[in-house]
């Protein structure tokens, strides 16, 4: 299972971006989708999951501002950031949680990050 993560960039203070995630391989069913991310110094934290009837959960920080959705036909998923902060700099993370077979468990997966920078 691969996944593939674009849309990162720099941007001004108040801009937007839109991060794609797109997961590949040998799957049988994508369960929950998240997107981490890691400043620099910082532990990696939780941006915003979805499952797959589309419950989405945020943290604080970006509540209001980011809005995750997901094309489960593609097994992509998405994260629009609006508003965006210079406090939002970071490596963007997805995971999801694949089960490769109707007898595996579900396991969590990484893409390879892609970079957010916000200029003040």
């Known amino acids: 299972v691969q996944l593939q993560a674009s849309g990162g960039g720099l941007v001004q203070a108040g801009g937007s971006l839109r991060l794609s995630c797109a997961a590949s391989g040998s799957i049988f069913s994508v369960n929950t989708m998240a997107w981490y991310r890691q400043a620099p110094g910082k532990q990696r934290e939780l941006a915003a999951s979805?499952?797959?009837?589309?419950?989405?959960n945020y943290a604080d920080s970006v509540m209001g501002r980011f809005t995750i959705s997901r094309d489960n036909a593609k097994n992509t998923v998405y994260l629009q950031m609006n508003g965006l902060k210079p406090e939002d700099t970071g490596v963007y993370y997805c995971?999801?949680?694949?089960?490769?077979?109707?007898?595996?468990?579900?396991?969590?997966?990484w893409g390879q990050g892609t970079q957010v920078t916000v200029s003040s």
């Open positions: 979805i499952t797959t009837g589309g419950k989405a």
């Open positions: 995971n999801t949680l694949v089960r490769t077979s109707v007898v595996a468990l579900p396991r969590a997966y």
